[in-house]
């Protein structure tokens, strides 16, 4: 069996789209962004959910919620993904850790560590999903309005994906390759990055 983290992200993608369309889950509203988060004028942060459409009926629903502590790239809040596939359930749950935040481009990369993993999907049991490890993702904030293209994001990726060990790392290496490769647009909700 190739395990997902054995393979580079661009071909899990590939992956989840081959197999059958999942249903995808409804967020608990327990899950949803902590609109507190979203005053403006305050320290960076990341807020959003809805659901992302990686094509052929592949929905995957998330909820974010990630603002600064301090100096430096610590932030706390909480993330969700959750979707079904081929029958099997891939839902992940963690704290938000790091953020780091380019508000003139939209972007922002969030890390957290994983509190509950409730997938079945084989790819995602392995020693790198646990609980207590770390998890993480990019978003990219499109603007607002009806001219505004949709906001977009990853599915999150785990340690050794694209050279990465910990969410510190993903956050701080702020990689963003040219033409948002790897990213998805959201089919619902928004995603607000602000500086």
Same mark, same amino acid.
């Given at each position: 069996m190739i395990k997902l983290r054995s393979i580079p992200f661009a071909a899990a993608v590939v992956v989840l789209a081959a197999c059958d369309a999942p249903t995808p889950t409804a967020l608990d509203t327990q899950d949803a962004p902590d609109l507190a988060l979203a005053v403006s004028n305050g320290p960076d942060r990341a807020t959003g959910g809805g659901f992302l459409d990686f094509g052929g009926g592949l929905m995957v629903g998330f909820s974010l919620s990630a603002i600064q502590k301090g100096p430096g790239l610590e932030a706390k809040g909480q993330f969700r993904f959750s979707v079904e596939l081929g029958g099997f359930p891939i839902e992940f749950h963690a704290t938000t850790t790091c953020l780091a935040v380019d508000e003139s481009e939209g972007r922002a990369w969030i890390g957290g560590v994983v509190t509950q993993n409730n997938s079945t999907h084989p790819n995602f049991t392995t020693p790198i999903h646990?609980?207590?490890?770390? &998890?993480?993702?990019?978003?990219? #904030?499109?603007?607002? =309005?009806? =001219?505004?293209?949709?906001?977009?994001?990853?599915?999150?990726?785990?340690?050794?994906?694209? =050279?990465? &060990?910990?969410?510190?790392?993903?956050?701080?290496?702020?990689?963003?390759?040219? #033409?948002?490769?790897?990213?998805?647009?959201?089919?619902?909700?928004? &995603?607000?990055?602000?500086?």
């Open positions: 646990a609980v207590g490890k770390d &998890i993480w993702f990019r978003v990219l #904030d499109s603007g607002e =309005g009806s =001219g505004a293209e949709p906001d977009r994001s990853t599915f999150v990726g785990f340690e050794g994906g694209g =050279g990465i &060990i910990t969410s510190a790392e993903y956050c701080g290496a702020q990689i963003w390759p040219d #033409d948002n490769a790897r990213t998805v647009p959201q089919a619902s909700g928004n &995603i607000q990055v602000k500086g």
